[in-house]
């Protein structure tokens, strides 16, 4: 099992503000990924990474940016914070060796006021 | 795109009483995973099915990956208070490579004591 952690858990902030959603994972995975989840619902893919360098946009359209710059370090960053943003954010890792199974990190809740 | 119809959407229960709940596609998947989801918290996987027809269990919980590749159950027998939680079902399809993942749109889960 993967230990992957994100940082903070929750955020409240105000409009127009920039911030940087923290994930990090200690297992060596390559393949990284950020899903955005709204209560009770399910996960929609909004950006993922296969290693260092490699960043791709996933199925749901989303504002924010990431970067892969080291390989245990995926950041999420939102230029300018709306309430629309307001949502749950969960980052996970995958091993290029295994299978499909990804480890999700606890993630961050996230409420733009 | 690939989408997963899981069903029932919620489910109240009594403790000791056995769950089931399943997921369909109208196409065929690769991989079939089970997570739990718990209030604040990222998805946990439970099981991970990577052969058509594979029955596999963890616990008091069973799954298994239809003969067909468009569909699993999964199982939990015994049902405590602490099975509390959103069950997603996930699973990778041939189209879209083996690196995202599509998601159920869960079963809430609850238990009464």
């Known amino acids: 099992e993967a230990d992957i952690y994100q940082t903070p858990r929750y955020l409240v902030i105000g409009t127009g503000k920039k911030i940087t959603l923290e994930c990090s994972q200690t297992m060596g995975h390559d393949k990284m990924y950020w899903y955005q989840q709204d209560p009770g619902m399910e996960l929609h893919l909004i950006h993922y990474s296969y290693g260092v360098n490699s960043t791709e946009k996933g199925d749901l359209s989303s504002e924010s940016t990431v970067s892969r710059i080291r390989t245990e370090h995926f950041p999420l960053t939102l230029e300018s914070a709306r309430p629309s943003h307001t949502s749950q954010y969960l980052c996970a890792s995958k091993s290029d060796l295994s299978t499909d199974t990804q480890y999700f990190g606890p993630g961050t809740r996230l409420t733009v006021l | 795109g690939q989408q997963l119809n899981q069903s029932p959407q919620s489910m109240f229960i009594q403790e000791g009483e056995d769950v089931s709940m399943n997921c369909t596609s109208s196409?065929?998947?690769?991989?079939w995973l089970w997570y739990k989801q718990e209030p604040g918290e990222g998805p946990v996987l439970l099981i991970a099915l990577y052969k058509a027809g594979e029955l596999t269990s963890n616990g008091r919980l069973t799954a298994q990956f239809g003969i067909t590749r468009k569909d699993s159950f999964l199982n939990i027998s015994a049902s405590i208070p602490s099975d509390v939680g959103i069950y997603f079902c996930?699973?990778?399809?041939?189209?879209?490579?083996?690196?995202?993942?599509?998601f159920g749109k869960g079963t809430k889960l609850t238990v009464n004591p």
């Open positions: 196409s065929i998947f690769n991989t």
């Open positions: 996930a699973g990778t399809a041939p189209r879209g490579g083996s690196e995202k993942l599509v």
